[in-house]
Structure formats: C-alpha cells, structure tokens
C-alpha cells in the first residue's frame, strides 16, 4: 500500500499510527491492520515498537491486538486526518511539523509553490508565531492549536476581506459543537471566553509577481488550548485564557478541535458571496454598545460600537455624533462611562 499525503509517501510506522488512530480507544489485532496495510505481522509489531518509543499510549494483547489509549493525545498527521473525515472534510490536504517557525509564514512559502485552495499547515509549536501589526503569538509545545489554511478564492479580491470574520464564525461554531462553549467575537479577529481571549485570526494577502493582485489568502488561527506548565508571561496572565486549566483533564483531543475547525472554516470561505453568516458574527458580538478606543495606526480616539454591516466593517459613532464606518484598525473596550453621544 502506497499512501501519499502532499505528496510524501508514508513509511510503515506512519501507516500503521494511522489504523491505530482510526481505531483509537478500540482494540484492532495486528493480522488486521497487517492485512489492511499489506504488511507483515513482525513489521506491524516493529512499527507499534517504534510508536511506543516516541510515547505513544498503545496496549497490547495476545488475544485483541494493539489499542491507541484515548489518554494518548499526541498531536500529528496521523491523528488529525481521522477528525477530518469524522467532519466532512477529507479531502483537506495536511501538512504537519512538530515545530516551525510560524505556519503562516510557511503557508505564505508554500502558496508561492502551487499549494492547492484549502491546504493547511499545523503545528505543535511556533518558535515566532505572528500577530497582528507585527506583534507575536505565544505558541508553546502542546498548549495551542496553531493553524494555517491556504485560500485562493474564485471571486473578486474585496470580499476576501470577510475572511478574518468568517474564521472568526468557525472558531465560535467549534467551540460550541464540541465544548458547548459561547466564544464572543472582539472586533475583528480575536475570540473571547469569560471576558479573556482565547483564539487570535491573523489574514495576510500573497500577492503574485507578475500579476501585483492578491492571489492567495492566508488565515492563521491560534488558539489557547490548554495552559502550560510554566503558565502565561506577564503581559498575557491578564488578558488571556485556555480551554482547559492546567493539570485539567482535556474533555476532548486537539485534533478532534482541529478537524472541526478546518471543516465549519471551509463550509464559509467556500461561499464567500453568502453573507448569511454574518448574522451569527453580530450575535457572538462582544463590543456592540460598548465604549470602545480604536486604534488606526498611530491615531486614536474613542468611540461606541453601534453595528457590524453585512461585510463586516464595524460602524461606530463618535464624540460629535457623527458616524464612521471601520475597515480596518484596532479596538480596546473601554470601561463604562457617564458619555451618552
């Protein structure tokens, strides 16, 4: 059996990790996965050797076989590609690193390289992930999902400005399919639980050479899956939370996460002229009537969100009355004030 994923052929290891994913928590005996594989009973059991060596949970039997423990939730490529068939997306194309330096610097390279529309870039680390306006996302080993999907839209360049909004409708329908969790939306790319944010959307144009027109559309989304050990830096103790605290048992895997993410992500930006989502977008609202400060470059004043249009500009109205719709920029929510304009 030859498997190609992005074109790299799996080895014997990689094949059989992924029977054994497919059957996580459940018992598979190792003349079946031989026999699924067209391998050999001693390269099944050399390759579950292997696995083990890496610290995967895998139990053995005389007489049932090999199972992947639930409690096992080591991230790879093997593990993510179940979760996307469970949520209706297989055919995603997956490429996976242990650690990089950030996915959406190398969904950018790979854009240049003919990546096909829909192709992600997961990683278990980012050693410089990237936030908005130059400002860096904290991305320690295991505690986040820090992925990347490469868009290129058959339609015009202006409504992939909804991208950032849509990626922000997917993550709030994840975390309420899976979790059962209300995420709230702050203007216009972050994610909020409980007044703290926990997912982060940065989206970056790729521009072709020859052509000067964006070309592909590259989203990023990370977000807090679990806290590490040695906790948030200083700046982000206050700011920022997790889906799970640490120490706590995780109620389901990140992989799990990661394939209905791709999944309810693609069912939006393959329908980028449908602006029915956007009222799911004004509903997980977090700053509408709010006081908010905003930010445009080196300028900022204070305002009142007072709506979200159906592209997603945020419209908000100023000291003097007079409204002004935003494209683009940065918001802080601003405690509550005596002001009534």
Same mark, same amino acid.
């Given at each position: ?167 922000? @409708? +997917?993550?709030? $329908?994840? *975390?309420?399919?899976? &979790?059962?969790?209300?995420?709230? =939306? #702050? ?74 993410? @791709? +999944?309810?992500? $693609?069912? *939006?930006?393959?329908? &980028?002229?449908?602006?029915?989502? =956007? #009222? ?62």
């Amino acid at each position: 059996m030859c498997l190609q994923y992005e074109g790299r052929k799996l080895k014997t290891v990689d094949l059989v990790l992924l029977e054994l994913e497919k059957n996580r928590g459940t018992f598979i005996s190792g003349q079946s996965i031989a026999t699924q594989l067209n391998l050999t009973r001693a390269s099944v059991w050399r390759a579950v050797k292997q696995l083990r060596e890496q610290n995967y949970l895998i139990e053995g039997s005389t007489k049932l076989g090999y199972c992947l423990s639930t409690e096992s939730d080591q991230l790879s490529l093997q593990s993510i590609l179940p979760f996307l068939e469970k949520y209706n997306a297989p055919k995603t194309k997956v490429i996976y690193y242990p650690t990089i330096d950030s996915t959406n610097k190398e969904a950018k390279r790979l854009s240049l390289e003919h990546a096909e529309h829909g192709t992600i870039v997961v990683a278990d680390e980012q050693s410089h992930g990237l936030g908005r306006n130059g400002k860096s996302f904290f991305s320690p080993v295991g505690s986040g999902i820090y992925l990347s999907m490469i868009l290129k839209p058959k339609v015009d360049a202006s409504l992939a400005l909804k991208v950032t909004s849509m990626a922000s @409708v +997917a993550v709030c $329908r994840t *975390l309420k399919q899976t &979790l059962n969790l209300e995420g709230k =939306i #702050k203007w216009v790319n972050d994610v909020y639980l409980n007044n703290l944010k926990v997912c982060g959307i940065l989206t970056e144009g790729v521009t072709g050479f020859e052509s000067r027109k964006v070309e592909t559309i590259v989203v990023g989304i990370g977000i807090n899956y679990q806290e590490s050990e040695s906790g948030f830096p200083k700046e982000l103790k206050e700011v920022a939370t997790t889906l799970f605290k640490k120490g706590e048992k995780p109620t389901i895997s990140k992989s799990e996460l990661i394939g209905c993410l @791709v +999944a309810s992500l $693609r069912e *939006l930006v393959d329908n &980028l002229d449908d602006n029915s989502y =956007i #009222k799911e977008y004004r509903q997980s609202s977090l700053v509408i009537g709010k006081n908010v400060k905003v930010i445009q470059g080196d300028v900022a004043y204070e305002a009142i969100a007072e709506a979200i249009d159906d592209n997603g500009f945020l419209t908000v109205r100023l000291e003097d009355n007079t409204l002004k719709v935003l494209q683009s920029g940065e918001i802080s929510i601003r405690k509550a004030t005596n002001k009534s304009w």
